[in-house]
């Protein structure tokens, strides 16, 4: 990586911190500047403004929670197994997270409703992604016989993350990750409950 490009990844990877802790409106130039250890010429140099800055922090704080999504469901196959894997990847970023300030997606799509324009359709656009993701987890699995055929997929996945971001905001705002860890719990057991497929058992004739 060349010096400039470096620079400038460094530049996204604090402010990324700095926002998701602080938000965007709340964060000041010279709060990106004291964690970048950048003059204002220095971080405008990469970037045309703090809005441009912002939605590179965004899609960098956005891709580090898909590393730990898929890190959750690797090596994992079956549709019930992955999305299980998908769900307890919310507890280790809870208990050891990729970006300090909780859930990107949470943060942004909560402070840039209806305030920032660019930054919701971020966000949306990343939730879209999100719930995709999951309805095709789901529908593959259906193909395979691994989910029961009148699961809605596109009715769980909001329920997945509504549930799981609720935790987080509780973990947020009390400073406790176990909030985390039992709305994974309910999701898991939804999963285990509603979804996974009924094996199916020949019937033993009588004789």
């Known amino acids: 990586m060349r010096k400039g490009e470096a620079t400038k990844h460094m530049i996204i990877a604090r402010t990324a911190a700095v926002l998701n802790q602080r938000g965007f409106y709340a964060s000041s130039l010279a709060d990106i500047m004291a964690a970048t250890g950048l003059e204002k010429g220095g971080i405008y140099n990469h970037f045309r403004g703090k809005d ?104 769980f996945a909001p329920v997945l993350i509504g549930a799981i971001e609720g935790g987080v905001l509780f973990a947020r705002l009390y400073d406790d990750p176990r909030y985390v860890h039992r709305a994974v719990d309910h999701i898991l057991h939804i999963i285990e409950t509603e979804l996974r497929a009924t094996p199916h058992v020949p019937a033993v004739s009588a004789s």
């Open 52 to 155: 441009e800055l912002a939605l590179a922090a965004f899609d960098y704080s956005v891709s580090l929670t898909w590393a730990c999504l898929r890190d959750g469901m690797r090596g994992k196959t079956n549709a019930i197994d992955r999305l299980m894997g998908l769900a307890n990847a919310y507890c280790t970023m809870a208990d050891d997270p990729p970006l300090p300030g909780g859930c990107p997606l949470l943060n942004t799509g909560v402070e840039a409703a209806g305030a920032h324009p660019a930054l919701q359709a971020r966000a949306r656009a990343a939730m879209d992604a999100l719930r995709r993701f999951i309805e095709h987890i789901v529908a593959r699995g259906q193909e395979r016989g691994e989910i029961r055929p009148e699961c809605d997929g596109a009715a």
